[in-house]
């Protein structure tokens, strides 16, 4: 259905039976013979195409397709699943070659044409695999081991004897740790690592999974649908727009009038969403329903990120803040070793300061679509890092600009916070205001995460802590003491877990070059958690054994108060030097 006109060359891939045209989902209420029955007897009655008028409305597209090229067609299909098994052509190829009988069809091999067969190509790997880890192969053999280990890990035929081959010779048990050596994660890594915090974090998670996932870059089918990570990009883009948006109007998110606000976001929705429209949202009335509700759901949010910064001291001063952009910050770029560097990628939803005459307080938001918590045990194991990584960035871009001549003022954190994009359904007595509804939607949707302990900086953040807070994940008692100190520490215990979040990153890099794909498990000390392996996508190809959910090595309840866990961090810190 593109809306392109002059095509001079067109591609159509993944031309095979079941694809193009898609096979009808026999899921719903009512059968084909009743939906038919319905249609013919009530009149003016409008249902969902049947499974017919379906393939009917499909082949008109495919019709108009392939007439739109004026020079060049191009099709291609699969010949084998990933697990080898044969896939038949879409009937398109057929009608193709009996329309133009003379028409060019040419055969790829899977392997490079250097093989006749499998079998051998396999011996060649085989052969190369050992010399690649000792670091004794050219770049252009280093290459086709990597292609070749991607091929045959997704062939059934090959698979088995292949991860069998990893197992006992290349990750041997005998060394201690699971690896792969230096020289084979240099081939598939490189030297100079670019990654992002969320690979980290998976790395931190399991070591393994991230070695098939970014070593051997295996992929699970790609479905051309609209999932949930789709809508986290739109939150994400909607609200990036209605920021760039705000910053050219004439208001400000603390003083613009709510049917302005409202009509401002749904413009930044639907600039967002015309792309999605074309490529993945159709007409029907459940995308259409989605759209309405994202819509909602963007207007909630920037109802309570206003009422929130109206609430407190702090004002947004840099939006979707790249790292790109900042190639001088030392905390984004880490040495690993004299030949090996590791740059950091991501982006910073928002940063909110507040200069006060102690110095300048830097608070950091970080936009999800679904519930998100602090938890210091995942930050000690390295599984949840990425806000502490943003605000040591947000510091350290700070700084810079504090030191600027005639400014000098210290920059101190104020806070690492979530905010999740929803429009919750509260519960609530009988004859409530639409006022009190409201507070209680603010309450659900306050912010969650760390922040300053210091009772001066909370109040900065939300001017009615002691009477009714609705910004942070705080709460004082009558004593005007904090009722919790869990979401709470202090600026010191921040520069610790600055400085731990740093040096964990570097060992983490440092395993990653060394070639350490090791399992990772509880020993105590250093690690109290195993990966939850419920719902890994790379389970057919692990090595590794789990057990269902509910084994002691894999869960997260340690008992550990965010004290401990900081002493922990300042304990390692000191080991290290």
């Not at 909607?238 to 413009?267: C, F, H, V």
């Not at 520490?489 to 877990?497: G, I, N, R």
Request: with cysteine.
């Amino acid at each position: 259905r593109s809306r392109l006109n002059d095509i001079k060359a067109l591609f159509i891939v993944g031309a095979n039976d079941g694809v193009i045209p898609r096979v009808a989902s026999s899921a719903g209420i009512i059968n084909e013979s009743e939906r038919e029955y319905l249609t013919g007897s009530v009149d003016k009655l409008i249902l969902a195409p049947t499974a017919r008028e379906d393939v009917f409305t499909q082949r008109l597209y495919i019709y108009m397709a392939v007439n739109k090229p004026k020079e060049r067609l191009f099709v291609s299909y699969s010949r084998l699943s990933s697990g080898g098994k044969s896939l038949p052509p879409s009937y398109i190829i057929r009608k193709l070659k009996n329309a133009a009988p003379n028409v060019h069809v040419e055969t790829k091999s899977d392997l490079t044409a250097e093989y006749s067969d499998e079998s051998e190509a396999f011996d060649a790997l085989t052969s190369m695999l050992y010399p690649a880890l000792r670091g004794t192969i050219s770049s252009k053999k280093a290459n086709r081991v990597k292609g070749l280990l991607k091929y045959f890990i997704g062939n059934k035929s090959y698979k088995e004897r292949l991860l069998r081959m990893v197992k006992d010779e290349i990750l041997r048990e005998d060394t201690g740790s699971d690896s792969i050596g230096s020289a084979l994660a240099h081939v598939l890594y490189g030297k100079r690592i670019v990654t992002s915090i969320t690979r980290l974090e998976a790395y931190a998670n399991c070591a393994y999974r991230y070695f098939l996932e970014y070593g051997l870059t295996l992929r699970e089918r790609e479905v051309f649908s609209f999932e949930a990570r789709d809508m986290g990009n739109i939150f994400h883009d909607s609200m990036k727009t209605y920021s760039q948006m705000m910053s050219d109007g004439r208001y400000n998110w603390a003083d613009i009038p709510d049917d302005e606000r409202d009509e401002l976001m749904d413009q930044a929705v639907d600039a967002v969403i015309g792309r999605y429209r074309e490529e993945k949202l159709s007409s029907s009335a459940r995308y259409a329903y989605m759209e309405n509700r994202i819509k909602k759901i963007m207007r909630r949010s920037a109802s309570v990120v206003s009422s929130q910064i109206r609430k407190g001291k702090f004002t947004p001063k840099y939006f979707e803040v790249d790292f790109d952009e900042l190639s001088d910050n030392d905390t984004l770029s880490i040495k690993l070793s004299d030949e090996d560097v590791m740059r950091l990628r991501g982006r910073i939803d928002r940063v909110d300061t507040c200069e006060t005459e102690e110095g300048i307080y830097i608070r950091i938001i970080d936009y999800k679509s679904s519930n998100h918590e602090m938890d210091l045990a995942a930050v000690y194991e390295g599984r949840q890092l990425q806000l502490l990584v943003y605000l040591n960035a947000a510091m350290g871009l700070e700084k810079r600009e504090a030191e600027k001549p005639g400014k000098s003022m210290d920059v101190i954190p104020a806070g690492v916070l979530y905010y999740h994009m929803d429009d919750p359904i509260v519960e609530a007595s009988e004859g409530l205001t639409a006022d009190d509804i409201n507070k209680l939607i603010m309450k659900d949707l306050r912010l969650r995460g760390l922040v300053n302990s210091d009772r001066s900086v909370l109040e900065m953040m939300d001017k009615d802590l002691a009477t009714d807070p609705t910004v942070i994940p705080v709460s004082l008692t009558t004593k005007g003491e904090l009722r919790s100190t869990k979401q709470a520490v202090s600026a010191d215990d921040f520069d610790v877990l600055s400085k731990y979040v740093t040096r964990c990153i570097r060992n983490m890099g440092r395993s990653i070059v060394a070639g350490n794909v090791a399992i990772p498990k509880p020993d105590g000390k250093h690690r109290f958690t195993g990966p939850n392996c419920s719902f890994c996508p790379y389970s057919p190809v692990c090595n590794n054994i789990r057990g269902p959910v509910g084994d002691t090595d894999i869960q997260s309840e340690t008992g550990r108060t965010n004290a401990e866990w900081i002493d922990l961090m300042r304990e390692n810190d000191e080991s290290d030097r």
